[in-house]
């Protein structure tokens, strides 16, 4: 993911950084204004992602071929109520502004822009099984120390890691000496795994699998 949030930031160039950062930074200091910075960092995310993931609805928010007319009917109806109102009238203004291939960008702006006020920091783990709330609470531990920020984990499992576990703070991976720090965390992450696939075979050959 950082190494994705890296090239997101290279394929813009610095006049298109800076529009995203200014539209950012106002829809900080709306919801800021308005005690909902927090929720309207987690809806920004779906939406930006929605756009990641749906080649379709990336299509019609980002097509030029798409009257802005349209595409404002279209975010009406389908987000308002369902989405805060300020973060839907920001990406109106967006899209009546025709900046709407920006919208990833200005995601992640916002985002910095909230981890910067909170003192935050986004901790990127992989993980073989999904971690259990003991192992979370000791990595969000140790990665508060390292970064001397407030760790905020995003996990993602991914079992072709069977042998532990790969910890980013923010575009950074840890180094060898915190990663040997963390080892025992992987280690019980390699334990689990290997008890539930041995559990799994077993109950596939008892069930004549």
């Known amino acids: 993911m950082a190494a ?93 502004k025709g900046r709407t291939e920006l919208i990833p960008l200005i995601f992640e702006q916002y985002r910095l822009a909230v981890e910067e006020v909170n003192n935050e920091v986004d901790v990127l783990v992989t993980s073989a099984v999904p971690l259990t709330d003991a192992l979370r609470q000791r990595l969000a531990e140790t990665a508060t120390k390292v970064a001397g920020k407030t760790a905020r984990l995003v996990e993602t499992v991914d079992p072709a890691i069977l042998g532990g576990l790969v910890v980013r703070i923010g575009d950074e991976k840890l180094d060898a000496s915190v990663a040997r720090h963390l080892q025992r965390l992987g280690n019980v992450l390699h334990e689990r795994a290997v008890h539930e696939i041995h559990a799994g075979k077993a109950f596939v050959e008892s069930n004549g699998g």
């Open 4 to 96: 994705e949030r890296n090239g997101l930031m290279a394929t813009y160039d610095h006049g298109s950084q800076a529009i995203a950062d200014s539209y950012a930074k106002t829809l900080l200091d709306l919801t800021q204004a308005a005690g909902t910075t927090g929720a309207v960092q987690e809806e920004f995310r779906a939406f930006a992602k929605l756009m990641e993931t749906d080649a379709a609805f990336a299509e019609f928010m980002t097509s030029q071929s798409v009257d802005a007319d349209r595409r404002a009917l279209v975010l009406e109806k389908h987000f308002r109520g369902r989405m805060n109102d300020l973060l839907l009238s920001t990406l109106q203004v967006i899209n009546r």
